[in-house]
């Protein structure tokens, strides 16, 4: 389902009307694989649609639109539409989030899973969680992925999200297929 940024734009537009979860791992040339793999598992139950940018990360996501790299200009496009952002512990994406009020869900890459040469994204997390910003949740493993996205939805919609699944999924399914149409009209390209 791999995918070019391009793919999730109209006439170059990230679209809006869409509930979108931006994942994203940085650029650290270690992979992040733990979280793509997790995020890849849960989204049938996220009732959000979730692009990752997944760097230099050698899992490749099956069930989410997904690309290695954008430029600044366009992540931070994709930070402002988001209703939420996963990401590894890099300052410049909490800043980013900070700065236009984005929540942000951050698991820390770790020195353990060789992730980072060190844990100070581990550092990092535990002060931002000590810090009582409203807008930054913190996880440290990924099996608490998806109980936390789901609270911070819940919070930020102030309504259950079960009911918006099964929508969500029927949703993505015509966009794939609608995809996949224009595809084989255009020769695959």
Known sequence: MGTSPQRVWLQGKICWWID?????????YRNFDRLLKKMDEIAPHIPSEIVIQRGYSRYLPKKIKHFDFV??????E?????????????IGTIILCKKYGI??????????YGEH?????LEIAKAL???????????YEEDQLEEN????????????LIENVGKMN????????????QGDRSGGK
């Open 20 to 28: 979108m979860i931006f994942v994203t791992v940085g650029n650290d």
């Open 71 to 76: 430029s600044m200009n366009k992540a931070v």
């Open 78 to 90: 994709y930070i402002q539409k988001s209703q939420l952002v996963v990401s590894h512990a890099g």
């Open 103 to 112: 929540p942000i869900l951050i698991l820390p890459r770790r020195k353990v």
């Open 117 to 121: 040469m060190n844990d100070h994204q």
């Open 129 to 139: 969680e000590n810090g009582g910003d409203e807008n930054i949740y913190v996880v």
């Open 149 to 160: 996205i789901l609270k911070v939805l819940k919070k930020a919609t102030g309504y259950p």
């Open 170 to 181: 029927l949703i993505r399914t015509i966009r794939e297929f609608i995809e996949r149409v």
